[in-house]
């Protein structure tokens, strides 16, 4: 389990003010030094992750962030830093000092926090610290301070539901805390399957993996993997092949039920295939998996309005150093002056650095993300609406040059 991906781990968000509490609640959690605690404040500069399986719930990160009310220069950049975290991250934990319970910069700051529509719990902690009558005290105010939610629901269930109370240095506190985040978490979890629910148990898939002097040696990339495992997960049957090999297979294979192609080969597969069974791409299944599919396909199409010179931007999730950086640095930037007969600007970003300034860009081209969760690949194709620049992916763009952009998407119309 600890080969689990990052990004198929929920990431959870630590986030609240320097000092408290949130590195010694991810040390009591993982029960281990994963970050340093201090009574100086501002210990935690860059955050700090930590993946672990969280039983009964399943593969977690979690993400310590800096304090969010640090000041100067230095301090300015930690709170970006931290607030930039919420750009991956799916449940925000979010920490109050018992000693500290200022209860109007939690409501304005999880207003902010919450701006990425992650869901939250409320984590007071170093109750250790609190008398029986300021443990009393504390809970009235949280009532009458957000007395709201308290209209729909009892005393009891409010507390149970929204907020937990701890004490990081009692091992019992933390037993219940992660049962009740193993209870939130599970009930917001929808099963997000790459492929499994748009073919049924028992359909036959033939994956094309182009084995070139681009591919890895010695082993798959993993959106491939991670879609092996989709079908084994679904019991749909896979069959891996080489392009070189798909004329044989269309002839040993009664029954088609869908091809998934590499992207850089998108256009031979399609010919080979001459319309024996629905087609499409690794990255096109993994768009609709992170992002909005429609706001790419638009994306993929706005191409034809680009005119000569227009600024492309080639981003990617990861850096790594194998494999597709040929597609995103060579063969879609020929591609697509070769078809629209303009000269464009490419410009490449790779791995968290993603430009802000999206506004000066025409076109944004990304890779499949496999890499990185559903929430960081959302939130790039919201910051490109926001500055009205069109956003598409690999695979759409390539198919839609090739002319099979609605072919390829067929399948996901299901
Ligand atoms: S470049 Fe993108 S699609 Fe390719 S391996 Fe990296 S994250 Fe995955």
Known sequence: MNKTPNSNRKHIGIFGKTNSGKSSLLNAITEQEISIVSDIKGTTTDSVTKAMELIPY?????????????????????????????????????????????????????????????????????????????????????????????????????????????????????????????????????????????????????????????????????????????????????????????????????????????????????????DRAPLTSFSILFARQKGNIDILIEGAKSVEGLKDGAKILIAETCTHNTSHDDIGRVKIPKLLQAKTGKKFEFIFKMGREYPKNLEDYDLVIHCGGCMVNKKNMQSRISESGKKNTPITNYGLIIAHLNGILDKSIEILKK
């Open 58 to 274: 399943g593969p977690v990160l979690f993400i310590d962030t800096g304090g969010l009310d640090d000041t100067g220069i230095l301090g300015n950049k930690r709170v970006e830093t931290a607030l930039n975290e919420l750009k991956r991250t799916d449940f925000i934990l979010y920490v109050l000092d018992a000693t500290d319970s200022d209860l109007n910069y939690y409501k304005e700051k999880i207003k902010e926090l919450k701006r990425y529509k992650s869901s939250h719990l409320l984590v007071i902690n170093k109750m250790d610290l609190l008398s029986e009558v300021e443990t009393e005290n504390i809970k009235t105010q949280l009532i009458k301070e957000m007395g709201l939610k308290l209209k729909n629901t009892s005393e009891e269930e409010f507390f149970k539901n929204d907020i937990v109370f701890v004490s990081s240095k009692k091992r019992e506190n933390i037993l219940i805390f992660k049962e009740l985040l193993v209870e939130k978490l599970s009930s917001e979890e929808q099963e997000e399957s790459i492929i499994g629910d748009l073919l049924e148990y028992g359909d036959t898939v033939v994956m094309v993996i182009p084995i070139d002097s681009e591919a890895p040696k010695g082993r798959l990339i993993l959106p491939q993997v991670q879609l092996i495992r989709d079908c084994l997960d679904h019991g749909i049957k896979s069959h891996i092949i080489r392009e070189s090999e798909l004329e044989s297979t269309l002839k040993d294979i009664k029954k088609i039920d869908l091809v998934i192609t590499d992207s850089q080969v998108f256009k031979e597969v399609d010919i080979m295939l001459k």
